[in-house]
């Protein structure tokens, strides 16, 4: 699906990725979970590479603005812009076919002591099952592809699945990118549902903390997304992902541009 770089002389880091036609929007537009999964790592690789450092990192804030909705092949562009023996601090410029369409940001830090494991057969082995879809809303390509579970409540949204190690690192836990991906989708649709039918969603705002790892585990995972406002432009939206335990495992809040369907 893509491809990284690094070059240690100008200190910047490049990816792309290209969804296939079953991961993206029923429009054909690129998820925006995607663009956080390879952001998100982009950033962290400008991190790790210019901070040097040795133990693992995890991000624990993320931020993205976008124009756009985002087609084709999506490239980043990042540099480090701050870093200790702790924290380190990145901006990313994201384009694709059509050229620039948005920025990026992260927060990554250190954790020396988590064990990592170098055989991935060694990770959970958890079936990827399929949820219901309690929506009058049709699935996108990328649902079904997720396998997810949608049920609409008032005034939000609650995204249910199960991934596998494959959407995992070598520690057992989701990548952020995935995490991103599941809140992104209950946003959609809840954002959906609270606004005029005449109207396309594009999401051109998107703030993620991350509270503690998503651990690939046998039971489902929730995606819960809240309405706060809705106007004739935008709607902004709250959620979390929710561990089996009810821990939150990250906190985001999203803003969605409203334009008159085509």
């Known amino acids: 699906m893509g491809g990284s770089t690094w070059a240690q002389g100008t200190g910047l880091a490049t990816a792309t990725i290209r969804c296939s036609p079953n991961q993206a929007e029923s ?6 979970g995607y663009l956080s999964a390879i952001a998100d790592n982009n950033n962290a690789m400008a991190n790790i590479n210019t901070a040097r450092w040795t133990d693992n990192s995890i991000l624990i804030e993320v931020s993205y603005q976008v124009t756009r909705a985002a ?11 701050a870093h200790n023996d702790t924290f380190g601090v990145a901006q990313g410029l994201m384009l694709d076919d059509d050229g620039p369409f948005g920025q990026s940001q992260c927060t990554s830090v250190t954790v020396p002591a988590r064990p990592f494991v170098a055989d991935r057969g060694e ?14 809303a049709d699935p996108a390509p990328v649902d079904l592809y997720l396998k997810g579970g949608l049920r609409l409540v008032e005034g939000g949204a609650i995204y249910t699945s199960q991934l596998d190690s494959g959407w995992s690192s070598n520690y057992g836990s989701l990548h952020g990118g995935a995490i991103g991906l599941l809140i992104t989708r209950a946003m959609l649709y809840a954002a959906i549902a609270a606004s005029p039918p005449n109207v396309e969603q594009v999401p051109v705002s998107f703030n993620i903390n991350y509270v503690r790892p998503a651990m690939v585990i046998p039971e489902p995972m ?9 106007t004739t432009r935008f709607c902004t939206l709250e959620g979390e992902l929710l561990l ?4 939150p495992a990250a906190r985001c809040r999203v803003i969605h541009q409203l334009l008159p369907r085509a």
Do not use: C, M, Y
Not at 223 to 230: G, M
């Open 123 to 136: 990770l959970p082995q958890v079936d990827h099952i399929a949820f219901p879809w309690e929506a009058d």
């Open 244 to 247: 089996p335990s009810g821990k």
């Open 222 to 230: 929730e995606a819960r997304a809240r309405v706060i406002a809705v």
């Open 27 to 32: 429009d054909g537009s690129i998820p925006f």
């Open 71 to 81: 087609r084709g092949t999506v490239e980043v562009r990042s540099h480090n812009s």
